[in-house]
């Protein structure tokens, strides 16, 4: 049976712990919780006990009455240091809610706290999901603790967007569902779920990410919508999923995803550039940045004054990227496109483009749909082939990059490299 830790630090989303602590062992792992001491300001020890039937550790300097164990497990003869204990004997330790302060102390292996001092001695994966107000989260000092964590491999758990604990306000910092929660620790568990198994080991992935702009003069540019979140989704599932991937960001504002290699460009032929360099190594091919399909045909070195008459823009295609790269394509690529359509008739339109395109397969997204893509967390899309569709119900945009990289696998599987 799994043992998983749960750390929980001092923040509204508590709450969401406890429902956590529910699924996880609905599901058959054996559950550990920790608490700091602002944590018990939020949620009590007494309702994890309830639903755990095990005792929480609130400090690093009391005895542990189960001796380091989890539910189920034998005592030992012993009376061990509870908190090296507990995670000698943890598969994975995720810390949620992960206030900024708690962040703050990880990254400088501060060992305060129970959950700290055991955070440190933990050699299991650990995970990270941060909750706090969109403010803190976006503040320098945060950014930067989360930075040195992924790149000491700590996977963290992107927060989700939406409304925030304080009234009113809106942004990103809120604890992803529970249910999320315990996916990505049972992805870091391995098991029977495919992404620990590694089933793109040994594969090169290459996703691209954003929306380019095309430089009007120095200060103004054609742009679109995209946030690149879709394709950060896809980078960071293909990357814990065992694959060697490359993401090229347009004009992201995400932090990268552990393990990921990134290439920021700005302009459709900046990522044009960037695509034909590491397209021709790569097995898969996950082009779901919106390049701008136009550029002014002069781009002015000094800044537009203010016209009284107006002005007009000449503007010229861009190269259509994707139909290039496929069109060179060598045996064994897989090229996957992205096709964001407003309402009417989509499927026929992406499944057009899916044939222009020369591709395998087409995500396509209805944009007209409130609350999915562009800059949301969640999305819906379709998957189509040149003879299926398969719909995928709305869900957080890393549990959609999985079904298309379960997708991607299925499709290399049936027409096996020559
Ligand atoms: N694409 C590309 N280069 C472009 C435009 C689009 O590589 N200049 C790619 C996108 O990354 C996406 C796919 O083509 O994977 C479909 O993009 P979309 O904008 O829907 O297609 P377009 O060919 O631009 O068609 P339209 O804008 O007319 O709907």
Redesign the pocket.
Known sequence: MPKILLGVSGGIAAYKAVEFVRLATAAGHSVRVLMTASARKFVGPDTFEGILGAPVLTSEFERDPMRGTFPGDELPEHDPIGHLAVVESADAYLIAPASANTLAKLATGQADSIVTTSFLACEAPRLVAPAMNNRMYEDAATQENLATLRARGIDVIEPDEGSLASKGEQGVGRLPDPAELLRRVESALGGEDSAAAGDLSGLKVLV?AGGTREPIDPVRYIGNRSSGRMGFALAERAAARGAEVTVIAANVSLATPTRVTRVDVQT?AELSAACFTRFPESDVLL?????A?FRPLVRSETKLTRATEGISLDLEP??????ALSANRGPGQTVI????EHGGDAET?ASG?LER?GLDLIVLNDVSKEGIGFDSTENAVALITADTLEEVERAAKTVIADRILDRAIKLRQDEPVP
């Open positions: 691209t459709t082009m779901s940045a919106a390049p399909d861009t190269d259509d990227i994707l139909a496109g992205f096709a964001a339109r483009k395109k």
